[in-house]
């Protein structure tokens, strides 16, 4: 496979993860997720030595995102950032990340992630958009404070 086809791949799986059951509402744990079969495609494609274009990799994200996979969402951003990819996030991995974590009700990680990425923390270039803003409101609403720290 090419690295179309496993963005293709990833995309059809990213597609379902929203839709599929879950342990707490009788899915069967034995069988891997939506978002699980993304993140083996993506670990499957780098061991081949295809490196994914900013679409494949918010493609990934979207899957972690629709499948309340926070946990995963934040270990790949942190995996994404630290080097072994040739593609940093942008504006929408990050909201995408920021927007799971709050959904899931993990407020903290999600300001964690808006610390991270904020121009003014020296650690990234991305830019905040309305998205992002938005989801870092929202983390701000559930875990009861009033904006983002400064």
């Known amino acids: 496979m090419d690295m179309l086809a496993y963005g293709v791949a990833i995309a059809a799986a990213a597609a379902g993860a929203a839709a599929e059951p879950t ?17 083996a495609l993506w670990s499957e494609m780098l061991e081949r030595g295809l490196w994914p274009d900013m679409l ?38 990050i909201s995408m990340a920021i927007n799971v974590c709050s959904r899931c009700h993990q407020w903290e990680h999600a300001l964690g992630v808006w610390e ?31 904006e983002p720290h400064k």
């Not at 923390?121 to 009033?146: F, H, N, T, W």
């Open 56 to 93: 494949v990799l918010n493609t990934l994200m979207s899957a972690l995102d629709k499948g309340n996979a926070w946990q995963a969402a934040l270990a790949f951003l942190c995996q994404d950032t630290c080097g072994w990819s040739k593609v940093s996030p942008d504006v929408a991995t």
């Open 116 to 146: 991270d990425f904020k121009p003014v923390s020296g650690k990234s270039q991305v830019l905040p958009d309305v998205m992002a803003y938005s989801a870092a409101i929202v983390a701000c609403e559930k875990g009861g404070r009033k």
């Open 23 to 39: 342990a707490e509402a009788g899915g069967l744990a034995e069988e891997p997720t939506r978002w699980q079969q993304a993140l």
